[in-house]
């Protein structure tokens, strides 16, 4: 899917992307091409790009680009694939009941439940809200489960 | 006492001053120079007379000599000083122009207008000419006037010597002149002697009316065609201003004389010069002319150069009528379109930023990052103009809220940020590549201290 999305690979063009979306979502999605799940996300997210245009701007974040790993670093990034929201270069959370509210993790059930984060994301992000809450049901919400970090 | 105080205030208030900038009169005072429309305008004033100083630029670096009938289109209004500068006393193109940037006053009052209205002072050197330049041209000019036999004196009056032996001028001296006779229009039949003599065909620069009153005083047959030749006129519109371009091209023989139309100088390229001659020709002019075309054409001078320069784009092309090429209007005007297009665009792109901002007032002013979003649509709007560049630091980072934190998202940044510093410290601490000096005794040292000292006092 990467063909129908921009795929940043550099840290370069990341900063830029985030710097000049202005009064849109951003949606990264940090992943690699080869993983089965990060294609089924990008295939929601290429189909949904055009109906989310007038709020949100979609790229794609290749992981294993040597220039990105300051931003896996930085973003905490262990599982691929992680999606993240910023606003006006602010990162935006969202409190899905999992134990990461930094970012999505995992796939989307289908577009509309996409469309519908976003959607709330931006409506938090117009109200001055850092954190929303997630509007989907917790069936449809992918479960992981993260290990404490230096234990 | 109060009252009379009162009374001042209010005087104060109601003072109003015309702003040259946003031309309308105000009473904010010092107010004024912060307002949004006010910057957004200041800096489109400040480019507009940018373009004009472009020009001048050009003719800093290629000092031309300046013919008398054009020295009295060649003028400068200067906005910050509010005067006219002409040329009608001037040997070399945009002399006084140049001289003028370069002046104490013109600096005074540049600084006051970059005052006055809030402009950066680092942008102050930018609307003058520094004295290396200046001294720069000065040389340049010189070095043509000696170079240049027609430059002394012969710039008035035809001359009949350098017409006659054209084979043995010299190209690179007449290239410059080449510039100016080729919008000459005065009298263009007194080359039609040589071309018996030499049998060359010629390609007779354009000779192009200028301005709104020469619309109606075109007449075809002011000029002769070259025989054998064709000759082509067409007339188009431009931003409003009737202007209309002739020129008589002949392709049909191989070696291309070309011949001013004045008749005072007339040159013969050898082939084997030719194409350098070109060459030269076609980078000094255009280049200049694709950096006049992106500005639309602003200025008179623009007018003059670009207008000079579209007939020489044809000649590129070897092909001519008798082999089916198409004729040579169907590229310049097509070109003229685009460029047209182009600067419509460039005009127009600062209308949907304007819309934007009134969009972006109905938005949310306590919405999440509005003061970074205002700011920095301020910056890109710069970035677009060419005025600031987009530097912004390698090693920036968005503001985050990472998983394990607690506090404000600002700390994750440092706490990164530190983390970063940590890893290099144990991997490289090591290598760090140690620079070796040369050995300089203590003595010496004091010797030059003590030198310097004594010079001092």
């Excluded at chain 2, 070796?436 to 010079?455: H, T």
Aim: glycine share 6%; charged share 25%; aromatic share 8%.
């Amino acid at each position: 899917m990467s063909y129908l999305l921009t795929t940043l690979t550099k840290k370069r063009e990341v900063d830029s992307i985030i710097r000049d979306t202005i009064d849109k979502v951003l949606v990264l999605r940090f992943g690699k091409a080869s993983d089965a799940k990060c294609l089924q996300l990008d295939d929601i997210l290429a189909k949904s790009a055009r109906e989310v245009s007038k709020f949100c701007t979609i790229a794609l974040v290749d992981t294993e680009a040597e220039e990105i790993q300051v931003y896996v670093k930085y973003f905490d990034i262990t599982l691929v694939p992680s999606t993240i929201f910023f606003y006006n270069a602010h990162h935006m959370k969202m409190d899905s009941g999992t134990a990461d509210h930094t970012k999505w993790i995992g796939e989307f059930h289908r577009k509309q439940d996409f469309i519908d984060v976003v959607e709330a994301i931006f409506r938090g992000a117009m109200k001055g809200k850092l954190i929303v809450s997630c509007p989907l049901p917790p069936e449809r919400i992918p479960r992981f489960q993260l290990l404490f970090k230096d234990v | 006492m109060e009252e009379k105080k009162k009374k001042q205030k209010q005087n104060h208030v109601i003072e109003f001053e015309y702003c040259k900038v946003c031309k309308l009169n105000h009473n904010l005072g010092r107010k004024h120079k912060y307002l949004p429309n006010h910057i957004k305008s200041l800096s489109s004033f400040l480019s507009r007379f940018n373009n004009k100083l472009s020009d001048i630029r050009f003719f800093i670096k290629n000092p031309t000599v300046i013919r008398l009938e054009h020295a009295s289109r060649n003028r400068l209004w200067c906005v910050f000083c509010d005067s006219e500068i002409h040329e009608l006393n001037s040997l070399f193109a945009c002399s006084n122009a140049i001289n003028h940037l370069a002046s104490p006053e013109h600096l005074k009052n540049l600084k006051d207008f970059m005052w006055k209205n809030g402009g950066a002072m680092d942008l102050v050197d930018s609307y003058r000419v520094s004295e290396s330049d200046l001294s720069k041209w000065e040389k340049r000019c010189r070095m043509l006037e000696n170079s240049d036999p027609l430059a002394n004196g012969g710039a008035c009056g035809p001359l009949l010597g350098p017409s006659k032996d054209i084979h043995n001028q010299l190209i690179s001296d007449t290239k410059n002149n080449l510039e100016i006779y080729s919008f000459n229009s005065s009298n263009s039949n007194s080359f039609v002697p040589l071309q018996s003599s030499t049998h060359e065909r010629q390609q007779e620069f354009p000779r192009e009316v200028h301005g709104i009153a020469a619309v109606g005083s075109f007449l075809c047959d002011s000029f002769l065609p070259a025989a054998g030749g064709h000759s082509y006129s067409y007339a188009h519109g431009m931003h409003g201003m009737g202007e209309i371009i002739t020129y008589s091209q002949d392709y049909t023989d191989k070696q291309h004389g070309f011949l001013a139309s004045s008749g005072a100088s007339s040159v013969d390229c050898s082939p084997s010069n030719k194409a350098t001659w070109k060459l030269k020709l076609l980078n000094d002019c255009g280049v200049y002319q694709v950096g006049r075309l992106c500005n639309g054409g602003s200025s008179k001078q623009a007018s003059q150069s670009s207008t000079q320069s579209l007939p020489l784009l044809p000649q590129v092309s070897k092909d001519n009528v008798h082999t089916g090429a198409p004729p040579p209007w169907f590229d310049t005007v097509e070109e003229i379109q685009l460029h047209d297009i182009t600067a419509g665009v460039s005009e127009n792109g600062l209308a949907p930023s304007s819309r934007k901002s009134v969009k972006s007032q109905k938005l949310n002013p306590k919405r999440v990052g509005a003061a970074w979003a205002e700011r920095r649509k301020l910056e890109l709007e710069m970035e677009k103009r060419g005025e600031i560049v987009n530097n912004f630091d390698a090693d920036w980072l968005p503001n985050f809220g990472r998983v394990w934190q607690s506090g404000s998202r600002n700390e994750s940044r440092k706490e990164f940020q530190m983390e970063k510093q940590k890893l290099p410290e144990v991997d490289s601490g090591p290598d760090v590549p140690i620079v070796i000096q040369p050995y300089v005794s203590k003595r010496m040292r004091k010797d030059i201290a003590e030198n310097k000292d004594a010079v001092e006092t």
